[in-house]
């Protein structure tokens, strides 16, 4: 009898984020709760505490002061995210799914990542970007 274990997948693996320091997540929550005027600063805060954070680069990439800070904060937490994807087993293939709450601050990136790239003439990362989000989740990913 042979000790390899058989698999009896019939699809792509889903890999799946691990769940955020809680602290964090309440820090941001805090953070995004704060008057308008406050709100970025606070986020960046949050995210220079922990830099891999990515719910933070993605609201960090939502309240930028301008398309091209906005796609840098996007492309930030689109870079650290494949990082996080890769430590988790991700290899190159497979479903992130939006319906993981812990796989959307990566997703968000990339979605506004897609949305910048094309404000800012990057047609062709733009469309880039739509098709990856398509790959890792078929099912969409919900418009900002």
């Known amino acids: 009898m042979s000790d390899q274990p058989i698999n009896l997948s019939s699809g792509l693996p889903t890999t799946i984020i691990p769940a955020a320091n809680p602290e964090l997540t309440r820090r941001l929550g805090d953070a995004t709760a704060l008057p308008l005027e406050n709100r970025r600063a606070a986020v960046a805060e ?32 689109y870079h650290r995210g494949l990082d996080t994807l890769r430590a988790n087993g991700w290899k190159g293939s497979g479903y992130v799914r939006w319906s993981e709450a812990t796989n ?7 979605r506004g990542l897609g949305e910048m790239a094309a404000r800012i003439g990057e047609i062709d ?7 990856f989000l398509l790959q890792l989740d078929p099912t969409g990913i919900p418009a900002a």
């Open 125 to 131: 990362e733009a469309e880039r970007c739509r098709t």
């Open 46 to 77: 949050v995210v220079a505490s922990e830099p891999r954070f990515l719910d933070g680069w993605a609201e960090l990439g939502d309240l930028g002061r301008d398309d091209i800070e906005r796609y840098a904060a996007y492309r930030v937490g």
């Open 104 to 110: 959307q601050g990566f997703l968000r990136s990339l």
